[in-house]
């Protein structure tokens, strides 16, 4: 029993001292800021920033910006403030730090970081594929921007496996819509959306499947034509389907196609003798 009132005292006054280095700490960071000794601002803010105190670091790095205008320490708390921002996850506020950074010290042995860090903002903010890609084709522009201007920077490579990840991902995104008006049976829409897609894809890895379901759209959009139009329609499906065995002549359509091909064959035959 005793024993336990032991350890529940000390536990006590643990949280007690904890919670007055607390207060101390926080008011002689009050304390700090209100005071007129930049120097000690400064140091400070470095040292919070290096123990990943970003919130406390940014406040004074900012009330620091003016007093230290045009000289070597407003430099880095221009960068430290967007690593504060970038730290803490605000990417949009972070993106706007690292390209005024760059602007006003465009020599400054950080600027090229800052500026892949910019790009790599966007990319972060990238969406998941079914939503909207205007982060992502941002992003792509933003690393473009990069090798453009550093085309000798480490950081290259870098920035072109993310320009990779982001086009694939639009890319998917992409053929996702394809697929959609597919499976809704807009087949027009789905015929323009193939054709384009592989014209703004050539190497994808789709194409083979695409020209599988080209045939089938060809197909259901003869079907449901007028029939001044069907013959048209009926032949293109033949078309595609004369590319894929080309293209891929091992490919699995083909024999999935087959029932199909020959239904195709029957109407064009039927088409004819009329």
């Known amino acids: 029993m005793y ?3 032991m350890r529940k005292n000390g536990f006590l006054i643990l949280i007690g001292l904890v919670v007055l280095v607390t207060f101390v700490s926080c ?13 000690l601002k400064y140091n400070t803010a470095m040292s919070l920033y290096e123990k990943r105190d970003y919130n406390r670091a940014l406040q004074l790095f900012d009330v620091l910006q003016a007093a230290y205008r045009g000289k070597p320490e407003g430099e880095q708390i221009a960068y ?29 042995k950080n600027a090229e970081p800052a500026l892949f860090r910019s790009a790599c903002c966007y990319y972060l903010e ?21 090798v453009d201007i550093y085309p000798q920077s480490v950081l290259v490579d870098s920035a072109n496996k993310l320009i990779d990840t982001l086009r694939y991902k639009i890319s998917e ?20 959306s193939f054709e384009n897609f592989i014209k ?21 959009y003869a079907k449901n034509s007028v029939e001044e139009k069907q013959r048209e329609r009926y032949e293109l499906a033949l078309e595609k389907y004369n590319t894929l ?8 359509y083909i024999s999935e196609l087959e029932p199909t091909i020959k239904i195709i064959q029957e109407e064009l035959s039927n088409i004819k003798t009329k």
Not at 27 to 39: G, P, R, V
Not at 126 to 146: G, K, V
Not at 200 to 220: A, S
Request: some cysteine; hydrophobic content about 30%.
């Open 3 to 5: 024993f336990c009132t």
């Open 27 to 39: 008011n002689s960071y009050n304390k700090l800021l209100k005071s007129t000794d930049n120097e």
């Open 80 to 108: 430290y403030t967007a690593e504060c921002y970038y730290n803490m996850k605000d990417y949009e506020i972070a993106s706007h730090y690292y390209k005024r950074y760059v602007v006003n010290y465009p020599f400054a």
């Open 126 to 146: 990238s969406p998941n594929i079914s939503l909207d890609q205007t982060e992502s084709y941002t992003a792509i522009s933003e690393f473009q921007n990069f």
């Open 173 to 192: 995104k992409d053929f996702n819509t394809c697929m959609l008006y597919y499976k809704m049976e807009e087949y027009q829409a789905a015929i323009t």
């Open 200 to 220: 703004e894809n050539p190497i994808t890895h789709h194409r083979e499947e695409i020209i599988n379901y080209m045939v089938l759209t060809y197909f259901n």
């Open 245 to 252: 065995v080309n293209m891929y002549p091992e490919s699995k």
